[in-house]
């Protein structure tokens, strides 16, 4: 595999990006560079045709590099002079702005990804998120395209509050978005005559074709289904539903994604291999297979992740008009290669890392695992081929799936096994439900006919996520332990491949390396003692860690329980404890006093921590004069105007204020 060099320039680049994504080089900078290399490389090829020299290849290497760097410069908002962040963003200001994106709303508004068109006037660029606050008796639908006027200040969006949260802010910066616009319902206007793009085009002929699909009988979880796995609009799925796909080891079939894209091509391959009986029939063969695909993409919207699965796929279909099995991991990595060159910034998806880890895999491990064992009976040697394939995507998938989600199915295998077969069938039958649901011709007997069939997938898959003994869940796996297990993967299949004493050595020897982070993990958490607190709208809690043990101080709720999963896995606990909110505390050689709602005063004098909840009615200035607190903490169980009176006084009386609201969880000194 890494004997291509399609192979080579896409590693190259993927250093690149990421290396250019955290240290933002400038672009002037990273222009002259390359302009220096592309002449550099110009002259090597000029002196390897003529005298044969010998390191055109590191310099073409080196040259996709910064190639590397200067597309992610390009792609870096801030550095367009027209961005909106040059301006004063301290105070409101008129913004008109276009919708890109339509997200899924929360429980407080609905929420869109816009482009910044002016503010005040003045013609500026960049992505914002927009919320717009929900009204139960106001309801208005925005679509990709719609222009909008509105007054807002363009707020920073913050990071997690809580330790372990999940890091909203850094992707959306991985988007370009660095800010956010909060609007009430009322507080807008919309434009006539906004400009169309063809992305707005798509997503709105999507959205016009999930409309009239609700106007079919389809049962709700059916039909979230439905939109998912052929418009991949997961919206609509309920809770329960996606759970039970995530721990059947099968919730890629909810997205329009590779697995999609390539049963569809397999599909168009075997229905149109008529064409290859006309003059140059394989050629028009080629052509409408790439229209079709790129046709359904058009219909699932052009969403990021199905103009990545299909632009893949449009490089496949050409390695097998080549009809060269050699060329399969050459035309991956340079579909890969030609991605990353017009959106760098898609490397750091989730979608894009499984997609191609699990089409790399298949293409490397599958061809081995069918030389191992070759059935001769047909139904062994199908079942076999699935079985092959799927455990082939599991192992190119397993370190990101560890890493981001943190658990392993292991009942996996049983849900691919039953659902592959007839997932052409039912992604057929569902092209055939679409075109006839856009035509205003779905007959209730086909409609009924596939909610029978995408119900009975639901029950499958819901049977296999009840075997909770099965799958293995909240599983610690950092960055070094991805990378590493990638590395064994690899050091694996080589050694299977072609064995040798140095490769088998070599895989050993990271077995034993990995063998060996564990146990510093281990013996870096014994010694571990943390004393927290943490951020939560109405309530007040402490998170103490002693090593694996953790104590969980604070009235118990839902959303407590979800920020301390967070935790549990982040930090390797073992066992967890609960104890309710105490007035006072010992932190180290430091004393904490908490003031709750009842108001009552503390007689120390010279406290390190002082800690204001539930809004307590006190005279913060007499307070600070009687007990002389070095620090005053302040947690979301207040107030905003009573927060707002106390920072103001412990900036006047210079004390260091701390609320968790705007800094986020308060880490004590244990000494």
């Known amino acids: 595999m890494f004997d291509f060099v399609s192979v080579k320039l896409s590693l190259c680049i993927i250093i690149s990006i990421l290396i250019g994504f955290y240290f933002e080089p400038h672009l002037k900078t990273c222009g002259l560079v390359l302009l220096g290399s592309l002449v550099t490389l110009l002259i090597a090829y000029i002196k390897s045709i003529r005298d044969g020299f010998p390191y055109f290849g590191p310099i073409s290497y080196f040259t996709t590099i910064c190639l590397g760097f200067f597309i992610v410069a390009l792609s870096n908002p801030k550095n367009s002079s027209s961005h909106y962040s040059t301006l004063t963003l301290s105070k409101p200001a008129v913004w008109k702005v276009k919708i890109r994106e339509v997200l899924k709303p929360n429980s407080y508004s609905n929420n869109y990804i816009v482009e910044a068109k002016t503010s005040d006037s003045i013609s500026v660029s960049g992505k914002l998120l927009l919320n717009i606050q929900k009204d139960s008796n106001k309801i208005r639908a925005h679509y990709v395209d719609q222009e909008l006027l509105l007054i807002s200040e363009a707020l920073a969006i913050k990071p997690p509050l809580n330790p372990y949260g999940f890091d909203y802010k850094d992707y959306l910066k991985k988007q370009g978005v660095?800010?956010?616009?909060?609007?009430g319902v009322d507080s807008y206007s919309k434009t006539k005559n906004s400009s169309k793009t063809l992305i707005g085009i798509a997503a709105n002929f999507r959205e016009q074709l999930i409309r009239k699909l609700k106007e079919a009988p389809f049962g709700a979880?059916?039909?979230?289904?439905?939109?998912?796995?052929?418009?991949?609009?997961?919206?609509?799925?309920?809770?329960?539903?996606?759970?039970?796909?995530?721990?059947?080891?099968?919730?890629?079939?909810?997205a329009v994604s590779g697995l999609h894209i390539g049963i569809l091509l397999l599909l168009?391959?075997?229905?149109l291999k008529p064409l290859?009986?006309?003059?140059?029939?394989?050629?028009?063969?080629?052509?409408?297979?790439?229209?079709?695909?790129?046709?359904?993409?058009?219909?699932?919207?052009?969403?990021?992740?199905?103009?990545?699965?299909?632009?893949?796929?449009?490089?496949?279909a050409y390695a097998m008009y080549l009809n060269r099995p050699s060329n399969t991991f050459n035309i991956l990595a340079l579909s890969m290669f030609v991605i990353l060159l017009i959106k760098p910034m898609v490397l750091f998806q989730v979608g894009f890392q499984m997609s191609y880890a699990a089409v790399f895999a298949i293409a490397w491990i599958y061809p081995m695992l069918q030389r191992f064992w070759y059935p001769k009976n047909w139904i062994l040697r199908k079942g076999w081929q699935l079985l092959s394939v799927s455990c082939a995507a599991q192992m190119g998938v397993l370190p990101i799936s560890l890493f981001y989600f943190h658990q392993f199915?292991?009942?996996?295998?049983?849900?691919?096994?039953?659902?592959?077969?007839?997932?052409?069938?039912?992604?057929?039958?569902?092209i055939l439900v679409l075109t006839l649901?856009?035509?205003?011709?779905?007959?209730?007997?086909?409609?009924?006919?596939?909610?029978?069939?995408?119900?009975?997938?639901?029950?499958?898959?819901?049977?296999?996520?009840?075997?909770?003994?099965?799958v293995l869940r909240d599983i610690s796996f950092d960055q070094f332990q991805l990378v590493l297990t990638y590395g064994l993967i690899l050091l694996f299949i080589l050694s299977l491949s072609k064995p040798t004493f140095r490769k088998v050595s070599m895989f050993l020897i990271g077995v034993l390396f990995f063998q060996v982070w564990l146990t510093y993990n281990q013996w870096q958490l014994d010694k571990t003692e943390y004393f927290i607190l943490g951020h939560q709208t109405a309530n007040t809690f402490f998170l103490h860690q002693k090593g694996d043990h953790l104590n969980i101080i604070g009235s118990e709720n839902s959303h407590l329980e979800r920020i301390t999963a967070n935790y549990k896995v982040a930090r390797r606990i073992d066992s967890v404890n609960k104890t309710s909110l105490e007035n006072s505390y010992t932190i180290g050689k430091n004393q904490l006093?908490?003031?709750?709602?009842?108001?009552?005063?503390?007689?120390?004098?010279?406290?390190?921590?002082?800690?204001?909840?539930?809004?307590?009615?006190?005279?913060?200035?007499?307070?600070?004069?009687?007990?002389?607190?070095?620090?005053?903490l302040v947690d979301g169980s207040n107030y905003k105007s009573f927060v707002n009176r106390w920072k103001e006084t412990c900036l006047k009386k210079e004390i260091p204020f701390h609320y968790t609201g705007e800094k986020g969880a308060f880490y004590f000194a244990i000494e």
């Open 409 to 430: 199915p292991t009942l996996f295998f049983i849900s691919n096994l039953v659902i592959i077969p007839f997932l052409g069938i039912i992604l057929g039958i569902g």
């Open 276 to 316: 290859e009986l006309l003059p140059k029939g394989k050629t028009i063969k080629l052509i409408a297979i790439v229209l079709l695909l790129w046709s359904f993409a058009f219909i699932a919207g052009l969403s990021p992740s199905i103009f990545r699965s299909v632009m893949m796929f449009s490089f496949i």
């Open 437 to 470: 649901a856009w035509f205003d011709r779905l007959p209730d007997i086909v409609a009924n006919a596939y909610n029978f069939l995408i119900g009975k997938m639901n029950s499958v898959i819901a049977w296999v996520a009840r075997q909770e003994n099965f």
């Open 593 to 632: 006093y908490v003031i709750d709602s009842s108001g009552i005063i503390p007689y120390l004098k010279g406290l390190d921590y002082l800690l204001l909840t539930q809004s307590p009615k006190i005279n913060l200035e007499r307070l600070i004069d009687s007990v002389r607190p070095k620090q005053v």
């Open 268 to 271: 168009l391959q075997f229905l």
């Open 221 to 254: 979880d059916e039909l979230g289904v439905i939109q998912a796995l052929l418009l991949g609009q997961r919206n609509d799925i309920s809770a329960r539903t996606y759970d039970s796909y995530k721990d059947a080891g099968a919730v890629h079939i909810l």
């Open 178 to 183: 660095y800010h956010r616009l909060q609007i």
